[in-house]
């Protein structure tokens, strides 16, 4: 079982920065690649990022450039840099786990509101 905890969240300015944060507890880190997800009010669950025990990152394709993930598996911890923040961004994100050795599994955080607004 593995626990994750988002935080980092919050009410920043369009053209603003945050960095979010998400420590997984539980098992072993570096069996997971870790992503970062968002959903929006009425809209469905989407991939921002992820990144694999070794590091190779994925980005969705609007999101390149502006956000930037990362991992310290010294700490557990899975990282989503944001700058250039856009009203449109603003959506709950959740951190995600899922097991790279079988059997595979997959867990969700419970996320972290990111409003962009002035």
């Known amino acids: 079982q593995v626990q994750l905890v988002e935080s980092g969240g919050g009410l920043v300015q369009p053209g603003g920065s945050l960095r979010l944060s998400c420590v997984a507890s539980?098992?072993?880190?570096?069996?997971?690649?870790m992503g970062w997800y968002r959903q929006a009010a009425g809209k469905q669950r989407e991939l921002v990022a992820a990144?694999?025990?070794?590091?190779?990152?994925n980005y969705a394709d609007s999101k390149k450039g502006r956000f930037t993930i990362s991992r310290d598996n010294a700490k557990n911890t899975v990282y989503l840099q944001m700058n250039s923040l856009k009203p449109e961004d603003t959506a709950v994100y959740y951190c995600?786990?899922?097991?790279?050795?079988?059997?595979?599994?997959?867990?969700w955080g419970k996320g972290t509101l990111v409003t962009v607004s002035s």
């Open positions: 990144v694999t025990s070794g590091g190779i990152t």
């Open positions: 539980g098992s072993i880190f570096t069996f997971y690649a």
């Open positions: 995600n786990a899922v097991r790279e050795i079988p059997p595979r599994m997959d867990y």
